[in-house]
Nanobody
Framework: QVQLVESGGGLVQPGGSLRLSCTAS????????IGWFRQAPGKEREGVLC?????????YYVDSVKGRFTISRDDARETVYLHMNSLNADDTAVYYC????????????????WGQGTQVTVSS
C-alpha cells in the first residue's frame, strides 16, 4: 500500500521550533519531489516549500517562511523532514506532505501521493 505518514506536529510557543517527518511506505522516494502544504482554519491550502527529486534543492512558495523553514531528506530512511524555526501564530495550520515525480510544484493537484496531515499550533 502506497502511503505517506506525517508526524511531529504539536503545540509550540511563539519563537519555538518543530520538526515534521514524512515517511513513505510502499514506494521509494528516490526521484520524487516532496512538497509541504498547509491549511489554516478558514483558508485555502497553500504550498509552502518543496524539495526537488533530482537536485534536492529547496524551493520556496511562501516568502514568510524563508530563513525559517527548510527541508531535508534521508532517502535511505524514505523520510523527508520539514524543519521549522522561529514559529509564529501565522504558521498555525494542518501541514501535509505530498509526493510527485522529480519536479516541485505549488499546485496540489499535481501530486500523486498525500499524507494525512499533522496539526501545528503556535500559541503561548
Amino acid at each position: 500500500q502506497v502511503q505517506l505518514v506525517e508526524s511531529g506536529g504539536g503545540l509550540v510557543q511563539p519563537g519555538g521550533s518543530l520538526r515534521l517527518s514524512c515517511t513513505a511506505s510502499g514506494f521509494s522516494l528516490d526521484y520524487y519531489a516532496i512538497g509541504w502544504f498547509r491549511q489554516a482554519p478558514g483558508k485555502e491550502r497553500e504550498g509552502v516549500l518543496c524539495i526537488s527529486g533530482d537536485t534536492h534543492r529547496n524551493i520556496y512558495y511562501v516568502d514568510s517562511v524563508k530563513g525559517r523553514f527548510t527541508i531535508s531528506r534521508d532517502d535511505a530512511r524514505e523520510t523527508v523532514y520539514l524543519h521549522m524555526n522561529s514559529l509564529n501564530a501565522d504558521d498555525t495550520a494542518v501541514y501535509y506532505c505530498a509526493a510527485r515525480r522529480n519536479f516541485c510544484s505549488d499546485v496540489g493537484e499535481y501530486y500523486a501521493h498525500w499524507g494525512q496531515g499533522t496539526q501545528v499550533t503556535v500559541s503561548s
